[in-house]
């Protein structure tokens, strides 16, 4: 077979992480057989799966989570006592002796459990951060000394191993499409690390649990472990939700909480405009009451995992999109999940978002028409709606003019520089810079996926400092020329070659290289 130089550069950079550098040989097997190179990852068995040691499962980690958790209001309340304890003393006579203090107060109790604090926040940049960290000289003044960092708390540590597993998947796969279409569906069905302690310690879990299992499996298969995954369930606060005539909802004269099944039908399935009403919306609601996780106590099951509570399901048939559900319990909303999962509304969303996701902002018509007969024909197949996409004609043909992600940018680097992360940190650093948090972003619409949202001149401007950290740190490692070969070939623009050659130190050019079309777009 004849070598295609500019289909390797498609194979590469549109449906993977672009090419490893080292004596990978990514560019020369995909020149060969491009469309063969993307498809060969979608045939490996379990290929998608993250099986690591030390991963633990969703309940095992709520275990974990429910214990720190209680220890730190065992710290609390007992702060609490001894203030209390201390505001209860008689005062003392001037001339009494003082007398040691032997309970901490709030405050200072209060900072000892600072770092053992459920994190909401992103991780602390660390050492092994500078790759990442705005360039030195954009700082205008000195910054005051940092504090003496505190310990990692069992969440940070989890949230860093997770991170660290995707990673490294990431950067060492052949092409990096089975990753791609994780990292695709991770987005669309999004949780935030963001929420709490809970949403921070599964957000890797999730992905492993509800995500990956299904990537080349089907859409409805996907949809139910995702509805039902404890993540998302107290990201989206189902965990609240009760029916208003269920005997939970009468006794705590409490009610419905529509986020998920309005996300379900607006983001998950349907989309906007998908043909369902506020009526749909709160009977789906009212269907999922119930649909929630185990708590501390273990009281409705093993802590952590997936139950169904029947006191606080809404009884009773309920009407959705113009279908009545008279199942008992779980099997009512699982009923209607498999009904929406197969709705033409749902395929036409699916691969509208899809084909904008790894072809263009504005895909061609006949490719989303092409994936959405896909879709319905084979009942939601995702291994069969990959397939179609590589086959497909407009995948290949369309210019690359989609700028890379923060993450795909990241990864791409790491995989170019032969740089299998051993600490998360650089790259958690990076993306927290770039406005791409892992696993946490702003909404339930996820991260957005157009150019426009990745091509501000800020975003850029920090592309840049991070490209000129990388040079200055390893430009004496490798030969920028020798660099482009492997990226791109005779695939590169005479204004990239050109430009790279001209540069007056292998640093800038390696900087040059790593901000070029060839680099940047996919």
Not at 206 to 212: D, G, H, L, P, Y
């Amino acid at each position: 077979m004849a070598r295609d130089s500019q289909a390797a550069l498609i194979a590469l950079n549109r449906f993977g992480f672009g090419a490893r550098g080292g004596a990978a040989g990514d560019f020369i097997n995909a020149a060969s057989d491009p469309r063969g190179f993307v498809l060969a990852e979608l045939v490996r068995p379990n290929g998608a799966l993250l099986e690591v040691p030390g991963l633990l499962s969703t309940p095992e980690l709520g275990k974990q989570v429910f214990d720190y958790q209680a220890e730190i209001k065992q710290a609390r309340d007992a702060a609490k006592a001894a203030q209390q304890g201390a505001s209860e003393t008689p005062p003392q006579s001037p001339d009494a002796k003082p007398q040691p203090r032997r309970n901490l107060s709030l405050s200072t109790a209060a900072k000892e459990i600072a770092g053992k604090d459920p994190a909401m926040q992103p991780q602390a940049a660390d050492g092994a951060n500078a790759a990442m960290a705005p360039s030195a000289t954009m700082q205008q003044t000195a910054a005051p000394p940092k504090p003496p960092a505190q310990p990692l708390n069992i969440i940070q540590k989890t949230f860093r191993a997770e991170a660290l597993a995707r990673l490294q998947r990431g950067v060492v796969a052949d092409c990096g499409f089975v990753e791609r279409l994780v990292v695709f569906w991770s987005n669309h069905f999004c949780i935030s690390a963001n929420k709490g302690a809970l949403a921070r310690m599964w957000a890797g879990s999730f992905e492993r649990e509800a995500i990956r299992p299904h990537v080349l499996g089907r859409f409805g298969d996907m949809l139910k472990a995702v509805e039902q995954h404890p993540a998302m369930l107290f990201f989206l606060d189902n965990q609240q939700s009760l029916g208003p005539e269920s005997r939970a909802g009468i006794n705590r004269n409490r009610g419905l909480n529509e986020n998920l099944a309005r996300e379900i039908m607006e983001l998950h399935t349907l989309g906007v405009g998908g043909g369902y009403t506020q009526d749909d919306v709160t009977s789906l609601a009212r269907i999922i009451t119930g649909w929630t996780f185990a708590g501390r106590k273990g009281q409705l099951g093993v802590p952590g995992s997936f139950v169904f509570n029947a006191n606080a399901h809404q009884p009773g048939p309920q009407q959705v999109l113009g279908k009545s559900y008279a199942q008992p319990g779980l099997a009512q909303g699982e009923a209607v999940l498999s009904d929406i999962a197969r709705h033409p509304s749902t395929a036409k969303f699916i691969a509208t978002k899809f084909a904008r996701h790894f072809v263009a902002d504005d895909p061609p018509p006949a490719l989303v028409a092409k994936l959405q007969d896909t879709f319905t024909k084979t009942d939601g197949d995702l291994r069969a709606l990959a397939t179609a996409l590589v086959q497909s004609n407009e995948a290949w043909q369309a210019p690359l003019t989609k700028m890379r992600s923060p993450y795909e940018f990241l990864l791409a680097s790491g995989r170019l520089l032969a740089r299998n992360p051993e600490d998360p940190g650089r790259y958690l650093n990076g993306l927290n810079l770039l406005g791409q948090p892992l696993w946490s972003p702003a909404g339930p619409n996820g991260f957005p996926d157009t150019s426009a949202a990745w091509a501000a001149p800020e975003g850029i401007k920090l592309r840049l400092d991070i490209s000129a950290q990388l040079a200055s740190q390893l430009a004496d490692k490798f030969d920028p020329r020798d660099l482009l070969e492997l990226v791109a070939a005779d695939a590169a623009s005479p204004e990239t070659r050109r430009t790279i050659e001209r540069a007056e130190s292998r640093q800038q050019a390696l900087a040059l290289l790593l901000m070029s079309p060839e680099f940047q777009r996919r």
